[in-house]
């Protein structure tokens, strides 16, 4: 099993700022992954971080958005940017491990 | 893209009632994986399933992979206040809308 440490838990960030959420695994992993997560619905996946190359996005996600960066096997890093009210909600960070995915605690943002 | 819809959206039971959710998705699963979230908390692993109409248990647990592949359960024999959550299923690469189950003492 992995452990994923995610930080911070919560901001509250004021709009047009930007927020760098980290997340480091006890255990080197082959590949990370990033969702969101409005309150009371389910997770959609924002991107596969790779790493030593460029995360890829899925459909409605675009780099200059949510920059990522994965420069180790251990630890990787979500960038919130230009941030609006529309982006407040629970980032999630995850490792895949051998059968299943393993979650950070969440970043619960919320962009006033 | 791969879509994975489960119901029911919301179950409110009694304590002691049976509680089941399905999952179905649009394209066939390579496997599909069960994870329960409690509420504050993240997606917590379950169990996986492979093979086509393969069960597992986990005590007062059972789980069901469709002969097709396409569909899932989870049913929780005689559900305690410590099965509270969201229960979701996920594809290798989309998770399901969820359940949310709430329990009645």
């Known amino acids: 099993s992995a452990v994923i440490s995610q930080k911070p838990s919560r901001d509250i960030c004021q709009r047009g700022t930007s927020l760098t959420i980290q997340c480091q695994v006890d255990?080197?992993?082959?590949?990370m992954f990033w969702y969101r997560q409005q309150p009371g619905q389910s997770l959609t996946l924002i991107a596969t971080?790779?790493?030593?190359?460029?995360?890829?996005?899925e459909s409605g996600f675009v780099i200059d958005k949510f920059p990522i960066s994965r420069p180790n096997l251990t630890f990787s890093t979500l960038t919130v940017s230009n941030m609006s009210p529309e982006d407040s909600s629970i980032y999630l960070c995850?490792?895949?491990?051998?059968?299943?995915?393993?979650f950070g605690q969440g970043t619960r943002l919320t962009v006033v | 893209g791969q879509q994975v819809m489960q119901i029911p959206q919301y179950q409110h039971v009694q304590e002691g009632e049976d509680f089941t959710t399905y999952c179905n998705s649009s394209?066939?699963?390579?496997?599909i994986q069960w994870y329960k979230q409690r509420p504050g908390g993240h997606p917590v692993f379950l169990i996986q399933?492979?093979?086509?109409?393969e069960v597992k248990k986990q005590k007062r647990l059972t789980f069901q992979f469709g002969e097709a592949k396409k569909n899932s359960s989870l049913h929780i024999t005689a559900t305690q206040t410590t099965d509270v959550g969201t229960y979701f299923c996920?594809?290798?690469?989309?998770f399901g809308t969820g359940t949310r189950l709430t329990i009645i003492p």
């Open positions: 995850s490792a895949q491990g051998h059968r299943e995915a393993f």
């Open positions: 255990s080197q992993v082959t590949m």
């Open positions: 971080a790779n790493q030593g190359s460029e995360a890829t996005y």
């Open positions: 394209t066939t699963l390579s496997n």
């Open positions: 399933l492979v093979k086509s109409g």
């Open positions: 996920a594809g290798p690469v989309a």
